[in-house]
Antibody, heavy 120, light 107 residues
Framework: EVQLVESGGGLVQPGRSLRLSCAAS????????MHWVRQGPGKGLEWVSG????????GYADSVKGRFTISRDNAKNSLYLQMNSLRAEDTALYYC?????????????WGQGTLVTVSS | DIQMTQSPSSLSASVGDRVTITCRAS??????LNWYQQKPGKAPKLLIY???SFQSGVPSRFSGSGSGTDFTLTISSLQPEDFATYYC?????????FGQGTKVEIK
């Protein structure tokens, strides 16, 4: 059974940093691209960042470019999101999602999310 | 970036109604269009991928159509468990943008 379990969320002051993790199991992690998607309180889904299976292809939303860094450790079956210079507008539930491997692609499995609250 | 626009933003419908949600892309995305369902407090769930292909386990009352810039999600006979928010997403190009969502409520 595919499982994605996010962790690392919490309350953080504006300007500070936080690192999210996503532990994957039930599939061959290093065969698949992975993504982070967030959802602000009462808002829709916003794609944040994605990383290919070998970390060779990485993308970011304009809203987080230069502040967030996505990475993965295939030996540990884990996905990460380093979030620096956090702003109030980064407050959201952060989901990790697995991408289906062949085109056209889609997100076939999602975690339950970890909540990040940016507030003084 | 490719912008995805859904309509309507919300709708009220009764059990048994036929419901149609549309999604328009700001440029052609071929058939690189997915639909997700999200219920309150839950993670999104894939319903339809590649515009019209069913994810395993999705009831046949859900269907998707379209290509290029205009797409449709149809629920042929709305069931109580279908009251949720629906999102389209393009997978043609990064960033993988979502529509703003359509909330389907009980009339």
């Amino acid at each position: 059974e595919v499982q994605l379990v996010e962790s690392g969320g919490g309350l953080v002051q504006p300007g500070r940093s936080l690192r999210l993790s996503c532990a994957a199991s039930g599939f061959t992690f290093d065969d698949y691209a992975m993504h982070w998607v967030r959802q602000g309180p009462g808002k829709g889904l916003e794609w944040v960042s994605g990383i290919s299976w070998n970390s060779g292809d990485i993308g970011y939303a304009d809203s987080v470019k230069g502040r967030f860094t996505i990475s993965r450790d295939n030996a540990k079956n884990s996905l990460y999101l380093q979030m620096n210079s956090l702003r109030a507008e980064d407050t959201a539930l952060y989901y990790c999602a697995k991408e289906h491997t062949s085109m056209p692609t889609y997100f076939d499995y999602w975690g339950q999310g970890t909540l990040v609250t940016v507030s003084s | 970036d490719i912008q995805m626009t859904q309509s309507p933003s919300s709708l009220s419908a009764s059990v048994g109604d036929r419901v149609t949600i549309t999604c328009r892309a700001s440029q052609s995305i071929s058939s690189y269009l997915n639909w997700y369902q999200q219920k309150p407090g839950k993670a999104p769930k894939l319903l339809i991928y590649a515009a019209s292909s069913f994810q395993s386990g999705v009831p046949s009352r859900f269907s998707g159509s379209g290509s290029g810039t205009d797409f449709t999600l149809t629920i042929s006979s709305l069931q109580p468990e279908d009251f949720a928010t629906y999102y389209c997403q393009q997978s043609y190009r990064t960033p993988r943008t979502f529509g703003q969502g359509t909330k389907v409520e009980i009339k």
